[in-house]
């Protein structure tokens, strides 16, 4: 955490506790796993829930098709028992065009009150990388005062590969950086449990010294798996390419720290890979929108339907926890 | 000798921010057959995955050639050619494929047909402006680029391009070269800043979209009056990756083919001021030939030459034609210099160090060195119904020679000219020193792979795998492949001496590796490669897909006890029946591409005479999946329908394809026995690692 700033984040039964906004603009998305549902089930037991969307994002045709129509039937199914309606949920296609993602948030935007819960649990960064882009940017910013993203932990993961079939490493939308800016002068690289092409990239053109953000601490199967990517990047190439820092896999505010100092407040320039959890990636997208950074992703078309398996749980409460990015205008993460 | 460096630790150069490892390692073989890529006219450079396209064209890159000077290295172009000034845009990281993802106008007619527009004028711009920064910099290195660019005339170049009437008054009033370049500066950073949502996309773009290649041209045309460069100094503009515009979901297909053919338009303009460079996938490069707005189609030798490096790296019919190994050879000894080795025979270190690979008999003992005698039966598949005679004659020859026992097995099984089944077993075995199995020496090589894998399956060992000639089979034409063999292999060498007495080790290059030390090595080679197919676009379904076509190329050559079909590692269609199923087509081109399947025409056997296309496993998968590298004889042919059922087996889903659609082909009964037990398991081919 920054020393110089406190930045509110916990679960979120004790973030609505201690804040006094009474209504939400909830927007969220229906994915095959149990835990898509915990935050909002969660707000809505804990606060009032005012406009709210729920995405459901639809993959490339596959093998696992039938699996995920099942899924997506039961947790459309319980968000309708946690107290959502059946109008909210809207399906969008994976690669969707960036105006048809941009037109989505700008239209949540419009009909919120101005205090937005974004939940990423279930969200591709393809959708909530430009979702926060555009929500910390709106103009006027005063429009929305309070800005919370929500991210829920499951039991645990299937040991099958988390997706399927990526594709070409390309910018996220909305991160395509700024065309003066000087070079890069680093790769950072959050690291996830897989490769994703990220060891094309990296035979490719990028002759920049790499910066993995290593999740830590995590629990002993992830971290294992994240040692083994690294193992798997670093081999047949120059060690020497590569150094390794420790970034909190639960706290978004640690990686956006990381980067803050790695970058010496963004004087060195760094693209971007966020492949690490949600919430490390969450940290690089804050730091890329505050600093107009290149963010790449490989995009993969099929995500596995179990990709989580159950909901883990904190105080007799599903374990959702809650990173206030803006609150009453005031903006917890700046560069 | 160096215990602890494997001189092929590093196995991509490009990683490296020392630029004197690109000069030391780069071999400049391929240059032999890429010098069009130098010269005058548009030049398509195919080439699977790796196989070294982008460090050709990285050579077209001024940053490249200063750091050959700055490592005091002579440029490895020919100096009658070294002439050039090169620029070029990435696709990718240019922002081009963000064109198209937000609306400008709002009505979706009329914005598909502003989008490819819009795409040729940012490329226009982002060309010209790499243009101008290759040409400063050249200008400030003017010993390195042999006085090519007089930088004193850049203000007077500024001038003529902004007089230009290509530019639509955007250049007009910039005097100077800076001006010039701030100006196409402010172009692309609105474009970049449009498609990040941050401004709308002013009238002034939209009223002065430029035609595609016109102001690189004319670019071209100033900094010859202006006497920059000299009238015979050819312009080069890099394009690398061309399949991103139309085979990636990231843009839709629809927009992505109009911007191929923007692209195409450029290209079909033959105009001699610009000389355009291709970079793609060899299958991707023809799915669409078509002009922009227009019925015409390119045309090879007129609009475009082709350089196809996998052709080119390819093993003939005759092998005295093959460049790969010569390629491998300077490559590896490149590598070894580095680190101080150098073999006796540096001219064929690779020879030196990897030796000959063990006769096919001395082989073949090896996988039964601990077969027992009441196992020969099993190995050879000899049925109770057998002659006793035969039956004698191959136990005794196989205590002796189990390869050659194996072969006179399969000979005996066959039933040659006459085509009646057993008529060779109703003979007793003959009785001459040179029997058909060993004389007949076309017969003989055919069934060599399929013999030993038989062996060695029915003796549960692993094939073993070394030699410097079986090393360059697995690896080429793929050069990265080959130095990941060599690195694999060094590897193990270094762990299994690392593990003996410093008295008692070996020297790699005086005393060659041990051929059990390269199987190991070789094997995790291939493991590798395997495990990597996920890691490029699209690879699970390719994975899954090789997977089922690994599986039944091995249970294929091992079922076939008589060695009747020694080329069933591959599959073979015709080119009518791919054609009528594209996205089928598509999918087996992709893997193509990406070097997982190997590909090529042949000449059919049947009488149809139809064109028809035969597909393998890449030849480094081979160790992986426990299969002949080698390709002979004729393919397993096939059909849609069963590839259509081998994808369903795979769980790969691909649109247009109806899963219902597949059924697996009737295959030939096959002469096994089914009352033969078996002995271990299930059948050999669970010794297939999954």
Not at chain 1, 183 to 197: C, D, N, P
Not at chain 2, 56 to 67: D, F, G, M, T, V
Not at chain 2, 149 to 158: F, I, M, S, T
Not at chain 2, 337 to 347: A, D, G, T, W, Y
């Amino acid at each position: 955490m920054s020393n110089k700033n406190y930045r509110p984040s916990g679960p979120l039964p004790w973030f609505l506790r201690h804040c006094s906004i009474a209504e939400w603009s909830f927007l969220g998305c229906i994915g095959t796993e149990e835990r898509a549902i915990a935050s909002f089930a969660e707000l809505q037991s804990g606060a009032t829930i005012g406009s709210r969307l729920m995405l459901e994002i639809e993959d490339k045709p596959s093998r696992f098709e039938n699996a995920i129509r099942d899924r997506l039937g039961r947790r459309r199914a319980a968000y309708t028992s946690a107290g959502g309606n059946a109008t909210d949920i809207r399906s969008v296609d994976l690669f969707a065009s960036h105006g048809d993602i941009v037109g989505l948030i700008d239209d949540f935007i419009s009909a919120s009150n101005g205090s937005i819960v974004l939940d990423i649990t279930s969200m591709p960064k393809r959708f909530f990388f430009p979702f926060v882009k555009r929500i910390l940017l709106f103009q006027p910013a005063t429009e929305i005062r309070d800005f919370v993203v929500t991210y829920s932990l499951p039991e645990s993961y299937t040991q099958e590969p988390l997706a399927e079939n990526f594709n070409d490493w390309a910018q996220l939308p909305l991160f395509g950086g700024d065309y003066r800016a000087v070079s890069a002068g680093m790769l950072a690289i959050g690291v996830g449990f897989e490769a994703l092409g990220l060891q094309e990239q990296l035979k490719g053109e990028s002759e920049l010294p790499v910066k993995l953000l290593l999740p830590f601490p995590a629990p002993v199967a992830a971290f294992q798996r994240s040692w083994e990517l690294i193992r798997r990047l670093r081999k047949n190439r120059n060690h020497e390419m590569f150094d390794i820092y420790r970034a909190s896999a639960r706290d978004c505010s640690d990686t956006f720290d990381r980067l803050v100092s790695l970058t010496d407040g963004n004087r060195i320039r760094a693209e971007l890979a966020p492949f690490g959890p949600k919430p490390m990636s969450l940290g690089m997208c804050l730091f890329a929108t505050w600093t107009d950074s290149q963010a790449f992703y490989t995009q993969p078309s099929v995500y596995h339907p179990d990709y989580s398996l159950g909901i883990a749980k904190c105080d007799g409460h599903a374990d959702v926890h809650a990173f206030a990015i803006r609150l009453s205008g005031h903006d917890y993460y700046a560069v | 000798m160096n215990y602890d460096t494997n001189p092929f630790e590093v196995l991509y150069v490009t990683d490296s921010p020392d630029p004197r490892l690109f000069v030391d390692l780069f071999s400049d073989l391929p240059i032999q057959f890429s010098q069009p890529i130098f010269q005058l006219g548009n030049v398509v450079l195919k080439g699977t995955q790796g196989c070294g396209k982008s460090m050709l064209l990285n050579l077209l890159k001024p940053e490249i050639r200063l750091a050959y000077h700055k490592a005091s290295v002579d440029f490895p172009v020919p100096s009658e050619l070294g002439r050039f000034v090169g620029a070029g845009i990435n696709l990718t990281l240019s922002g081009a494929l963000d064109i198209g993802q937000r609306p400008v106008i709002g009505t979706t007619d009329e914005d598909e047909a502003l989008f490819p527009l819009l795409f040729g004028d940012f490329l226009n711009y982002f060309i010209v402006r790499d243009l101008l920064r290759s040409t400063k910099l050249m200008a400030e290195s003017p010993d390195v680029f042999d006085n090519a660019v007089n930088g004193k005339r850049l203000d007077k170049c500024a001038r003529e391009l902004s007089r230009q009437d290509c530019w639509f008054g955007i250049l007009h009033g910039c005097e100077s070269f800076d001006a010039v370049c701030k100006k196409i500066d402010d172009r692309i950073a609105v474009y970049r800043s449009f498609h990040q949502f941050n401004c709308d996309i002013p009238e002034e773009i939209t009223s002065s979209k430029t035609n595609i290649g016109e102001p690189i041209a004319r670019t071209e045309e100033a900094l010859k009056i202006a006497k920059v460069i000299d009238e015979d100094t050819p312009v080069v503009v890099r394009i690398d990756q061309l399949e991103k515009l139309y085979r990636s979901d990231i843009l839709r297909r629809s927009l992505g083919t109009q911007y191929r053919r923007i692209v195409n338009k450029a290209l079909g303009k033959r105009d001699s001021r610009i000389s355009y460079r291709i970079g793609t996938r060899p299958y991707a490069w023809d799915d669409d030939l078509t002009v922009f707005a227009t019925d015409d189609k390119l045309e090879h030798l007129r609009d475009y030459r082709i350089i196809d490096l996998d052709e080119e790296l390819r093993r003939r019919e005759n092998e005295g034609t093959w460049v790969f190994p010569q390629f491998a050879q300077d490559t590896f000894r490149r590598r070894l210099k580095r680190v101080q080795l150098s073999p006796s025979r540096e001219s064929d270190s690779l020879a030196t160090i990897f030796g000959k690979q063990p006769s096919d008999k001395d082989v073949a003992l090896e996988y039964a060195r601990n077969s027992r005698a009441s196992r020969a039966s099993y190995v050879l598949q000899i049925k109770d119904d057998w002659p006793d005679d035969w039956k004698e004659f191959l136990l005794e020859t196989f205590g002796e020679d189990p390869f050659d026992a194996k072969l006179a097995a399969a000979w005996a099984l066959q039933s040659g000219q006459s085509g009646k089944k057993g008529v060779r077993l109703a003979e007793p075995p003959p009785n001459e020193k040179n029997p058909p199995w060993r004389s007949r020496k076309p017969w003989r090589k055919e069934r060599v792979r399929q013999c030993l894998m038989q062996i060695a399956a029915r003796c549960a060992q692993r094939q073993k795998w070394s030699g410097s000639r079986m090393i360059l089979a697995l690896s080429a034409p793929n050069i990265s492949v080959f130095l990941s063999v060599c690195h694999e292999i060094w590897d193990a060498f270094q762990r299994s001496e690392s593990r003996k007495p410093p008295s008692k080790r070996i020297d790699a290059v005086r005393d060659g590796i041990p051929a059990n030390v390269q199987t190991v090595g070789i094997e995790t080679a291939s493991r590798h490669w395997y495990h990597k197919i996920p890691e490029l676009p699209s690879g699970h379904d390719r994975q899954r897909f090789v997977d089922v076509l690994g599986r039944k190329f091995r249970k294929w050559l091992l079922d076939d006890v008589a060695m009747s079909y020694p080329g069933h590692n591959g599959f073979s269609l015709t080119v009518e029946e791919l054609e009528q199923c594209p996205p089928l087509a598509r999918f087996l081109q992709d893997a193509f591409d990406y070097g997982d399947l190997f590909a090529v025409e042949h000449t059919t056997k049947l009488r149809d005479r139809r064109r028809r296309i035969k597909w393998y496993l890449s030849p480094i998968l081979s160790p992986f999946f426990q299969i002949p590298e080698a390709h002979t004889k004729e393919p397993y042919y096939t059909s849609i329908a069963e590839i259509t059922s081998w994808l369903n087996e795979a769980g790969v889903v691909i649109e247009g394809i109806d899963p219902a659609a597949g059924q697996p082909a009737k295959r030939r009964k096959r002469k096994t026995d089914s009352s033969q037990r078996v002995l271990f398991g299930d059948d050999e081919s669970r010794e297939a690692p999954r």
